[in-house]
């Protein structure tokens, strides 16, 4: 099989959507990669401003008409070419599965949310190091006790990744990081996992954890997670995800979400 790192976009999402179920961290380097969150159009609005409102964990990169299954940054099919999706109804999750053709509804109106994933590219080629990609695992998400600013009905935690990086490479990693604002840009939070209401780093909320050698600090960046949280907490009457860290593979250049 060809590598992750050797695939193009549509050739991804052609594996995914002939039923590969991977985390997406390492494929298609160069490309942007995006979370996923479909919900009624009733409710379009009021997470179009949480989404303004907490733009550090939902920079949003594209939003569909309602219905529509595919867009401008993806040139695929949203209800198959993911590699998993999470379905949740009045709040709860009630399914993981490979396909949500059969669930998608006319009213669904979907926004597709930057992903820190896409700027582990730019990192890897600076030296930094990438844990979970290191390991072939899933990046490791943590729900915090922070709260996202409140819009109509949506409410919940902030969502936050987790990278071990090297002391003496910190500095590095924000700076590289700073300049992708479209998919979290800067960490949110540096070291001490327990201000950020996190008592177990081998015990992440989403995710796989990963090791914290000796020498490095735990550096935390807002997570696109974060809609599926405020789903739990508020409860809309259906919603449509992607499964943590199964995420939609763009056609765009991750350099086209790089600023100075």
């Not at 907490?54 to 920079?59: A, E, L, R, V, Y």
């Not at 597709?112 to 582990?120: D, H, K, P, V």
């Not at 003496?168 to 700073?178: L, P």
């Not at 954890?209 to 949280?229: D, K, M, N, S």
């Amino acid at each position: 099989m060809t590598s992750p790192a050797e695939l193009s976009p549509s050739r991804a999402r052609a594996l995914f959507r002939g039923g590969l179920k991977a985390p997406t961290s390492g494929y298609s380097p160069g490309y942007a990669q995006a979370n996923l969150i479909a919900l009624p159009r009733e409710d379009a609005f009021d997470f179009l401003l949480f989404a303004q409102r907490n733009p550090k964990s939902c920079p949003i990169l594209d939003v569909t008409e309602p219905g529509q299954v595919d867009a401008s940054v993806f040139d695929g099919d949203l209800r198959t070419d993911l590699p998993a999706y999470r379905v949740y109804r009045d709040g709860a999750l009630v399914e993981e599965r490979t396909d949500v053709t059969d669930l998608w509804r006319d009213d669904l109106v979907a926004f597709l949310i930057g992903c820190s994933f896409t700027f582990e590219t730019p990192l890897l080629e600076a030296g930094v190091p990438v844990r979970h990609i290191e390991a072939g695992s899933n990046v490791a998400m943590y729900a915090t006790n922070r709260e996202c600013r409140p819009a109509g009905r949506f409410r919940g935690p902030l969502v936050v990744s987790m990278r071990p990086i090297p002391a003496h490479q910190v500095a590095d990693a924000v700076r590289i990081t700073s300049r992708y604002p479209a998919v979290h840009g800067a960490p949110v939070h540096v070291g001490d996992p327990a201000a950020l209401g996190i008592t177990d780093l081998d015990r992440p909320d989403y995710g796989d954890a990963v090791e914290v050698r000796p020498g490095e600090i735990p550096v935390f960046w807002a997570c696109g997670v974060t809609p599926q949280a405020a789903v739990t907490a508020s409860a809309p009457e259906f919603a449509i995800g992607h499964a943590p860290g199964h995420m939609a593979i763009t056609d765009v250049r991750d350099s086209s979400y790089q600023v100075p």
